[in-house]
């Protein structure tokens, strides 16, 4: 692993022995009792968020698969355990918690931001080091994360406002159930402000509605120049649905959809012509990660599709995992976060990695403005020229 060094790590975690036989089958990525090194994957697997979770299983598994094929890791091979939390933070806990009794040696996930700050510190309890891929600040600190975070993610999305679409007057409109979409719609709005720009409504939603027509005339009956959603994504394409191009011939200045909405469910959901009518804040796409090509061909390859929004990253996530137990001679947490935490310039699919080391988090993190052309996402071309973007 590059630049991983081989010292144990600072960083203690407790480790909870469950049950009358946790002496012989403790939780402890010391364990060697078991034939495999069990890593479990947190995601939505089912539910309306279920294109997301299972593109997030198979970009484990291809990695997971491939590092089998090499001859596995620590003389052992490595066994996916699929814990479905169904994007609820109570289905997450019992999930969580029935996975860590049976034997985990670490975790890649959660994805949701609400779920992660119930599951990852029973992680972090039983001694097993999670690779998340939470945004939310509230989880910093939790374990590693690949992904962008709320603090890397809103001012992308201020600046994509203000100096891009030259918006002097937005409406907000954001899913008041979610950790995540809450900090991060709050962290824009408080940067729009401080720009000076309008902030003309600030309309909470709730998921899970069939339509969001009533929210969005009150929101445009204010006539913003831009209406910017921080939801995620089933609700994201019943906006995309129903918003109202701001004129004919230009649907893509009306509407920009938050992070949360980034995945590729968004444009199954919303249907191609729709969903071109918001931008969607996001990272490259999967192919658009520079000397991508092999690892999407094996994903096409491996499941019959191209992978998933999030497949390149739990793919790395579970090789970053890997990397760092190879370094450290094992899965034990304590010397695993030390490693961990030192981590600069790591290479994955997603591009080079270094951690810093207070919050766990990638640092830098890359976040785009993505448009959908061709029926997928790609880097706005107009939008990355305009602030110098190498995509």
């Known amino acids: 692993m590059t630049s991983i060094k081989k010292t144990v790590g600072a960083v203690s975690l407790g480790v909870v022995l469950l049950g009358a036989t946790a002496a012989c089958s403790s939780n402890s990525s010391s ?6 090194w069990k890593l479990g994957v947190e995601a939505p697997l089912t539910g309306d968020q279920s294109t997301l979770g299972q593109g997030m299983l198979q970009g484990a598994q291809l990695a997971a698969d491939q590092v089998n094929t090499a001859g596995g890791v620590l003389g052992r091979k490595i066994e996916i355990i699929k814990i479905d939390d ?17 034997g985990l040696n670490g975790v890649v996930g959660p994805y949701n931001s609400s779920v992660g700050t119930q599951t990852l510190p029973l992680y972090l309890k039983a001694g097993i080091v999670p690779i998340r891929l939470t945004s939310d600040n509230s989880t910093d600190g939790m374990g590693f994360t690949l992904q962008p975070m709320t603090s890397q ?17 937005v409406g907000i409109v954001y899913d008041s159930s979610q950790n995540y979409t809450k900090s991060t719609s709050e962290a824009v709005k408080s940067k729009l402000q401080k720009a000076g720009v309008k902030v003309t409504s600030y309309q909470a939603i709730t ?8 929210e969005l005339q009150q929101v445009e009956a204010k006539n913003p120049d831009m209406i910017y959603s921080a939801v995620y994504y089933p609700e994201g394409a019943k906006i995309a649905q129903e918003i109202t ?11 920009l959809l938050d992070y949360a909405s980034y995945d590729s469910g968004y444009i199954q959901n919303a249907g191609t012509a729709a969903a071109q009518r918001c ?21 096409q390859k491996q ?28 899965f034990d947490s304590a010397a695993l976060t030390g490693q961990l935490s030192t ?30 052309t061709d029926g997928a996402f790609h880097v706005n071309a107009a939008w990355a020229q305009a602030v110098g973007a190498p995509y």
């Open 245 to 255: 191009p701001k004129t004919a011939g230009n649907s893509n200045y009306r509407c």
């Open 86 to 102: 169904a994007a609820n933070a109570a289905t997450g806990v019992a999930a969580a918690n029935a996975a860590i009794a049976a």
């Open 153 to 169: 993610i809103a001012p992308v999305t201020s600046d994509a406002l203000t100096k891009f679409y030259k918006a002097k007057s």
């Open 343 to 372: 981590v600069k310039d790591w290479q994955g699919w997603t591009g080079k990695v270094s951690i810093e080391s207070k919050t766990g988090n990638r640092e830098p993190a890359t976040v785009v403005v993505t448009a959908v």
């Open 207 to 214: 998921p899970g509605k069939s339509t969001y027509a009533s």
């Open 31 to 36: 364990d060697t009792s078991s034939a495999t």
């Open 303 to 330: 499941f019959d599709q191209p992978p998933g929004t999030w497949s390149p990253y739990t793919y790395d996530s579970l090789n970053f995992l890997v990397d760092g137990a190879k370094a450290v001679g094992s």
């Open 279 to 299: 931008n969607v804040v996001g990272v490259p796409a999967p192919a658009d990660f520079s000397g991508s090509a092999d690892k999407v061909a094996a994903f």
